[in-house]
């Protein structure tokens, strides 16, 4: 009984061995591949003899060449670039998707200076069959004469209108045109006015007052008496000579002239149109009155400007903004053949930009006695800016890019590297670097662009062998 029951337990021990066998042999096969990945991808030099490119690796399909760089475990790819567009950069040769010219094979970067991953590095043969030049930024004493035009205008200040002083209407207009020169004392219309022809009686009467009295200070009865004049006559003497000096007045006041109260003075007639006078001599640029117009008084007939000084009004623009300041010498020159050049000083920077032009108005105030400068001409205007010690470079040292001034930095052993500037004023062969360079450094002046642009093709390189290096752990 106890053989039959031993048998049937070996049965079963077997049918359970069979079922579990094929679980145990997965989880051991699992265990040895991944022991055997694990040397395979990290320790490659351990298990095949520290050769670690002795093995092909499957995945990758860049050509292999021997790294430049003996210290590095990172193989160097093969690239090729398109000569137009630095952009296309591909593993194979083959040509341009954009402009179709053959992909030529990109020199490899030099990984032995990995603090330079975003320059170039060009041998001594390379530099001189692309030109390049270098050039140290130092300082320097920059001065420019800035060249601009000026628009002669009349000075504000001198500008004056012509109103009437009493009520009447124009009989006659002694001026006919804008631009007319007008001398003081100059007669500029006639009026009919009874306001004035009511003046002119009263000052007649005073006229008459007055020779009446000075009869009697003439007169024999006067002398006879002994006496002379009493106060009372002394009075009316005093009294009288204050009215018509006020008279007086108010003709000048509404620029009757001196010509009305002398013909007063010896005729005794009133005069029923009265010429009125220029009170100061000037140019006329407002006309607002005619023949037959009634006018009552702070009505404005003219206008005018005097023009024994000016204002030259010159444009800046933003570039030319940080050389000029206010006292700054300035030569003007004048159209007419033979005549001297005006020398001044600027004066007066507007602060503010105009919204239209996006340029700056500065202003001069020169004398014209002879009116050499017409109101509205265009003259040359040469402004003499100071000295200005700046850090400075060529001018052709500095890149003008989208994103800001860049500069190719000479590092040393053939090492060129793009360098964002801050620039500020410029003469015609330097401009100063306010920020970015310090004294000394050394910049390309020539060839910047085919450094910039193989630098950007270097930077490219080297991210694409990132890359790839990171797909292939």
């Known amino acids: 009984m106890a053989r039959p029951i031993k048998k049937l337990n070996l049965i079963m021990l077997d049918a359970f061995a069979f079922k579990y066998a094929k679980q145990w042999l997965v989880i051991c096969a699992i265990v040895i591949l991944i022991i055997v990945g694990f040397f395979h991808s990290d320790h490659p030099a351990n298990l095949l003899g520290g050769d670690a490119y002795a093995a092909p ?11 430049t760089d003996k210290t590095s475990a990172k193989p160097v790819k093969k690239l090729w670039v398109c000569p137009m ?27 032995s200076q990995p603090e330079h991953g975003h320059g170039v590095r060009l041998n001594t043969a390379t530099q001189q069959r692309l030109g390049v030049r270098l050039a140290a930024a130092k300082w320097q004493m920059l001065s420019q004469d800035i060249h601009a035009y000026g628009n002669v205008a009349a000075d504000e200040s001198l500008i004056f209108n012509l109103t009437a002083k009493v009520e009447g209407v ?9 631009g007319q020169q007008v001398l003081a004392g100059q007669v500029l219309y006639e009026i009919y006015s009874p306001e004035l022809i009511k003046l002119q009686h009263e000052f007649i009467d005073l006229l008459k007052e007055k020779d009446r009295l000075l009869k009697y200070m003439l007169s024999d009865d006067a002398h006879i008496s002994g ?17 018509r000096i006020l008279y007086i007045e108010k003709f000048l006041y509404v620029d009757a002239g001196k010509e009305l109260i002398e013909e007063l003075n010896r005729t005794y007639q009133p005069r029923d149109v009265v010429e009125v006078r220029a009170p100061q001599s000037g140019f006329v640029t407002k006309i607002e009155v005619h023949e037959g117009s009634s006018v009552k008084p702070m009505d404005n007939l003219f206008s005018f400007a005097d023009l024994s000084h000016v204002w030259i009004d010159v444009t800046l623009y933003p570039d030319q903004l940080a050389w000029v300041k206010n006292g700054d010498e300035v030569t003007v020159k004048l159209p ?11 004066q007066f920077i507007a602060p503010m930009v105009d919204s239209a032009t ?27 800016a100071k000295p200005h010690k700046a850090l400075a470079v060529p001018r052709s040292a500095v890149m003008r890019t989208g994103k800001g001034d860049l500069v190719m930095l000479a590092e040393g052993s053939g090492y060129f590297t793009p360098v964002k500037v801050e620039t500020g004023i410029e003469t015609t062969d330097s401009i100063e670097i306010i920020a970015g360079l310090h004294a000394g450094d050394q ?18 390189a080297q991210r694409l062998h990132d890359d790839h290096d990171m797909d292939k752990h």
């Open 170 to 178: 124009i009989r006659k207009l002694h001026i006919n045109s804008v």
């Open 443 to 460: 910049v390309a002046v020539n060839g910047q662009f085919l450094l910039d642009a193989a630098a950007s093709m270097s930077d490219a």
């Open 227 to 243: 006496k002379g004049m009493s106060d009372y006559d002394m009075m009316e003497v005093k009294e009288n000579s204050s009215k």
């Open 57 to 67: 690796v499957a995945h990758s399909n860049l050509e292999q060449i021997i790294p």
């Open 336 to 346: 007419q053949p033979n005549t001297r050049e005006i020398k001044t000083r600027l």
């Open 358 to 384: 996006h340029t700056v108005q500065a202003r001069l105030s020169v004398s014209n006695p002879k009116n050499l400068l017409l109101i509205g001409s265009f003259l040359d205007v040469i402004i003499h």
């Open 85 to 111: 567009h630095p952009q296309i950069i591909r593993d194979q040769p083959g040509v341009c998707p954009i402009c179709g010219m053959d992909l030529v094979e990109m020199e490899q970067p030099d990984t």
